[in-house]
C-alpha cells in the first residue's frame, strides 16, 4: 500500500496552489479535494485545520500539516529527491529571508493597491513598487529565484507573477509590466509558461470572472458600510 497523501485547496487560491505545485515538481503523486470555502467548510477541513478553518491542508498519511509555507517545508523535508530549497545554510536562509519578503510586504500591498479607496490608491501603488523593484533585485540576471530551475522563492512568488496580474488587469492596472520591471516581468512569464507550471494554474479564462465577481462583491460590501 503506497502513502497517503492528499491536498484540503481551493482552485483559485494561491496559498493552494503552492502545496500542489510543490508535490508535483517532487513527483509525489496526490488526491486533490477542492473545497467551498464560501459556504459549506467539509467536515475534514474543520477537523485537519481546526485552528483557522483554512486551505490548505496537507494530509500525509493521516497527519495533517497547515499553512502553505509550512506545507512547502515539510514537503521539502519529507521527499528529498528534487529539491526547491539551496542545500547551502547561507543560500537557503537567503531564500527564506525572499520568501517572508513575499508573504509579508509584496503580496499584501500588491493585492491592497488593486483593491484600496481611491484616495488611498496612489500611496499604496508606490509602496507596491518599491517592493516589487526590490523583488527584482533578488533575480539578479537569474532565469528563476532558483537559478535554472524553480525554487521555493519561485513557488511563493506565483502569488505575485499570476494571480495579482489577473487581479491588476480587471482594475486596469498595471504595475508589473516589462517598462517598469523587465526582469520580474520576464521571469513571471518564463515561470507561467514551464509545463509542469502551466498544467496546474487555474485556467485565466475561469479565473477571470471569478476574481471580477469577488471585486463587485467587495465593492458593493464598502458602498454598504
Same mark, same amino acid.
Given at each position: 500500500?503506497?502513502?497517503?497523501?492528499?491536498v484540503?485547496?481551493?482552485?483559485?487560491?494561491?496559498?493552494s496552489y503552492?502545496?500542489?505545485?510543490?508535490?508535483?515538481?517532487?513527483?509525489?503523486?496526490?488526491?486533490?479535494?477542492?473545497?467551498?470555502?464560501?459556504?459549506?467548510?467539509s467536515?475534514?477541513?474543520?477537523?485537519?485545520?481546526?485552528?483557522?478553518?483554512?486551505?490548505?491542508?496537507?494530509?500525509?498519511? &493521516?497527519?495533517? #500539516?497547515?499553512?502553505?509555507?509550512? *506545507?512547502?517545508?515539510?514537503?521539502?523535508?519529507?521527499?528529498?529527491?528534487? @529539491?526547491? /530549497?539551496?542545500?547551502?545554510?547561507?543560500?537557503?536562509?537567503?531564500a527564506?529571508?525572499?520568501i517572508?519578503?513575499?508573504?509579508e510586504?509584496?503580496f499584501?500591498?500588491?493585492?491592497?493597491a488593486?483593491?484600496?479607496?481611491?484616495?488611498?490608491?496612489?500611496?499604496?501603488?508606490n509602496?507596491?513598487c518599491e517592493?516589487?523593484?526590490?523583488?527584482?533585485?533578488?533575480?539578479?540576471?537569474k532565469?528563476?529565484f532558483?537559478?535554472e530551475?524553480?525554487?521555493?522563492?519561485?513557488?511563493?512568488?506565483?502569488s505575485? &507573477?499570476?494571480? #495579482?496580474?489577473v487581479?491588476q488587469? *480587471?482594475?486596469?492596472?498595471?504595475?508589473?509590466?516589462?517598462?517598469?520591471? @523587465?526582469? /520580474?516581468?520576464?521571469?513571471?512569464?518564463?515561470?507561467?509558461?514551464?509545463?509542469?507550471?502551466?498544467?496546474?494554474?487555474?485556467?485565466r479564462?475561469?479565473?477571470?470572472?471569478f476574481?471580477?465577481g469577488?471585486i463587485?462583491?467587495?465593492?458593493?460590501?464598502?458602498a454598504?458600510?
Amino acid at each position: 500500500m503506497g502513502e497517503e497523501v492528499k491536498v484540503f485547496g481551493y482552485w483559485a487560491s494561491p496559498y493552494s496552489y503552492r502545496a500542489e505545485l510543490a508535490l508535483k515538481l517532487k513527483g509525489v503523486s496526490y488526491e486533490y479535494i477542492n473545497e467551498d470555502i464560501f459556504g459549506n467548510k467539509s467536515d475534514l477541513l474543520l477537523k485537519y485545520n481546526p485552528v483557522h478553518k483554512k486551505v490548505p491542508v496537507l494530509l500525509h498519511n &493521516g497527519k495533517p #500539516i497547515v499553512e502553505s509555507l509550512v *506545507i512547502l517545508e515539510y514537503i521539502e523535508e519529507t521527499w528529498k529527491h528534487n @529539491p526547491y /530549497l539551496p542545500q547551502d545554510p547561507y543560500d537557503k536562509s537567503t531564500a527564506r529571508f525572499w520568501i517572508k519578503f513575499i508573504d509579508e510586504k509584496c503580496f499584501p500591498t500588491l493585492w491592497l493597491a488593486a483593491w484600496s479607496a481611491e484616495n488611498e490608491r496612489e500611496k499604496v501603488t508606490n509602496e507596491a513598487c518599491e517592493y516589487l523593484k526590490t523583488l527584482e533585485s533578488a533575480l539578479n540576471g537569474k532565469k528563476f529565484f532558483g537559478g535554472e530551475t524553480i525554487g521555493m522563492v519561485d513557488i511563493v512568488a506565483s502569488s505575485v &507573477g499570476y494571480f #495579482i496580474r489577473v487581479t491588476q488587469e *480587471i482594475m486596469g492596472q498595471n504595475l508589473l509590466s516589462a517598462d517598469k520591471f @523587465p526582469q /520580474l516581468f520576464q521571469w513571471s512569464e518564463d515561470f507561467a509558461n514551464c509545463s509542469i507550471v502551466k498544467e496546474s494554474l487555474p485556467p485565466r479564462d475561469k479565473l477571470l470572472p471569478f476574481v471580477k465577481g469577488l471585486i463587485a462583491k467587495y465593492q458593493q460590501d464598502n458602498a454598504k458600510a
